[in-house]
Structures are given as C-alpha cells and as structure tokens.
C-alpha cells in the first residue's frame, strides 16, 4: 500500500509470454513503481495451480490482475478486489486506468499516452489482430511444445522442456494428495481441474520423455506416438505460416495501425519474441534477420512478402533513416521488430534475452 490505498496486484512469470504484454503496457503507459505490485507466481513449478492462485483465478494463468474495488479506497475498512483473468482484459484496463486526467496516487509523471484505438474502425482492426494472436492456430505456448520436426530437436526441446512438465505433473499430485489429508478440501471442480490439466499432459509427456531415444531404439509404440507427434508439429508450424500472412493483411506498419503504438502492438511484441526465439533468433536481431529466420524455420517455400519501404517504415517510427536506401523494402514484421526493438518498455522487459 503507498498512501493507504490498495494497490493493484499483477500475478505474472518473467518466462511467460502473455504476462509480457501487461508488462510492457505498464512501461508504455508510465506507471510508477509505487502503482502495481508485481508477484511472481513460477509456472515451472505448477505454483499456479495452488488453491490460492485458483481462488483468484480458476484457469490457473498468469497474467491475472487484482484490482481493488473503487468504494472501499479507505485504509481502515479491509479491501474488497476482482481479478482479471486474461490478457486482454488487463492490458485494456491497464490503458484506461492511467490518462493524462487521472489522479492515480503515483509517483510517476511520465506521459500516460492512450493506447486503445480512437476509431471504430481502427478498434475493429484491432481486436481482429489480438483475436488472431489468441486463436488456437496461433498458441504460442503450443509452439514451444511442438518445436521439433525431427529426431535432433526432439532430442533438444525434451532436455529443455521435460523437467518443467515433470515439476508441473509433481505439482499437480501433490495438490491432488495434499487436499485428500487436509481439513478443508477445495471443490470437486478443483480436483477434476487438476486431474484434467494432469491427463493433458500426458500425451506429450510420452513422447518426450523419449526424446533423446534415437528412432530406431524406441518400441513400436513409442515411434507411432513420435511420428504422430511429428506430424502435429509439422501441420502447427505450416498453420503458423497462415497465421503469419493474416496479420501482414491486417496490419499498415510499422506498428499495426500505422505510426503510433496502441494495443495490439502489446500483444504483437510478446507473441512475436516467443515465435522468433523458438524460431531460433535473438533479441539482438534485426528485422530482416528475423524475418530470414521465421521463413527458414516455418520451411518449405514460405515467404512473407517484403513490400514496405525501410525508409518510410523507420520515419514513421520515429528513427534515423539509417543506411537505407530510397528503394529498399521489407516485411512489416520486420518494420514493426525494428520499431518495437528501440522502444525503452521492450529493453526493459526483455533486457535477459527473448521469452
Ligand atoms: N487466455 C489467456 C491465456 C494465458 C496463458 O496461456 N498463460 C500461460 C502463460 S503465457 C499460462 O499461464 N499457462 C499456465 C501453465 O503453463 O500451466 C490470456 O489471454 O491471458
């Protein structure tokens, strides 16, 4: 609390890439440090599926913002707050929550620029580019569980990926067993979410847990659940392409709505750095580097179309022309990296490399 006043609470993990998107949101629009508080909750450790957690929010995601109820500012009567359970919500109240007009108990006193689109039109636009990026087809989190095409990544992505799920399946039957002893139990709900979240687990569990087993040592049915899993990988990572070349339709440049950050663009730059790291590229990569990469890594004759101008894209965007040349083009992801990558809110969040 500063002043008495209840503060707000935002529930994130540094490695997740939805809590970046609030993250950068609280950068963009100037709050002080004094404004929100930040509680990590470590997702490599299934701390989200805590009772606690569950309580404020039950699909265990992070981000979730606790946000105090207007009519109880006063310190002497005990708080009363909502959560807010999904990333739009949050990066949404988020902008509305701190405006030139707001008196917002701060320290702060840096612009407090709005991010949420001024016209109908562009708010249309907008939600159509978040949705995109919220869409199945698009699941971030899901690339990271299907990032191998072949035996020597499969072998790679196991080491990397394998003892957080194995934390996480620990977790979840430690809860599980913990709520059979206790004197308060949590909801039949509860427990059927935990053993839920346990079963979805499992399908890719055993194909990782063999996954530095060479092809021709697994069993017969171990190769048909690798094959299966190859071929899941394969058709995601070919859908990433689609999705890839949606959002070039719906985005001007070189942020989503043309030259001023706004909402979208949170959501853009989160899912972006993950899809780019996976893709095996750098925070310290530029634009067209990425863009290689993404082409590369998606495979077959993908290419996103390189039909935006570097020196009208970097004008727009506030930038020295650099070395471009008058006729030089390139992808509007790779316009929207380089505008983003000098954006003092991204070197901040992703000051320890790309999540
Ligand atoms: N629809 C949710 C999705 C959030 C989400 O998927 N968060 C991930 C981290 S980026 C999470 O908390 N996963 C829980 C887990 O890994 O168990 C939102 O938009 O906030």
Redesign the pocket.
């Known amino acids: 609390m500063s002043n008495g006043v209840p503060k707000a609470a935002l529930y994130y993990?540094d490695r997740?890439?939805?809590?970046s998107a609030p993250l950068l949101a609280l950068e963009e629009k100037g709050y002080g440090a004094d404004e929100v508080d930040l509680k990590e909750v470590d997702?490599s450790k299934?701390e989200?599926?805590a009772p606690s957690f569950l309580r404020l929010n039950p699909?265990?995601?992070?981000?979730t913002l606790v946000v105090p109820l207007h009519n109880t500012l006063e310190p002497e009567i005990e708080s009363r707050y909502k959560a807010i359970?999904?990333?739009?919500s949050?990066v949404e109240f988020l902008d509305k929550s701190r405006s030139p007009q707001s008196r917002t108990h701060t320290t702060s006193s840096a612009p407090a620029p709005a991010l949420t689109p001024a016209t109908i039109a562009f708010n249309t636009a907008s939600n159509k580019v978040i949705d995109l990026l919220?869409s199945e087809a698009a699941d971030?989190?899901a690339f990271r569980y299907f990032n191998a095409r072949d035996d020597a990544a499969l072998s790679a992505l196991s080491k990397e990926v394998l003892p957080s799920l194995i934390a996480?399946k620990d977790a979840l039957n430690s809860y599980i067993k913990a709520n059979e002893t206790a004197e308060v139990r949590v909801s039949e709900k509860t427990v059927k979410f935990w053993e839920a979240?346990k079963l979805a687990s499992d399908g890719i569990l055993a194909v990782l847990q063999y996954g530095e087993t060479p092809s021709d040592q697994l069993d017969s049915e171990a190769q048909a659940k690798r094959s299966e899993y190859f071929k899941v990988a394969t058709s995601a990572w070919a859908g990433l392409g689609e999705v890839l070349l949606q959002l070039h339709k719906e985005f001007i440049g070189p942020y989503v709505l043309g030259d001023q950050l706004s909402l979208p663009d949170l959501h853009l730059a989160a899912w972006l750095a993950r899809i780019v790291k996976l893709a095996g590229g750098t925070v310290s990569d530029d634009g067209d580097t990425i863009t290689k990469k993404l082409e590369a890594h998606i495979g077959g004759s993908f290419k996103l179309p390189e039909d935006f101008n570097v020196a009208e894209a970097r004008r727009r965007a506030g930038l020295p022309a650099g070395s471009a040349q008058p006729t030089d083009s390139q992808s509007r992801i790779a316009a929207f990296w380089d505008a983003m990558k000098e954006r003092p809110s991204w070197k901040k969040v992703y000051a320890d490399g790309l999540h």
């Open positions: 993990y997740s890439i939805w809590s997702l299934g989200n599926f699909h265990a995601t992070v981000p359970q999904d990333t739009k949050i919220h971030p989190n996480k979240k």
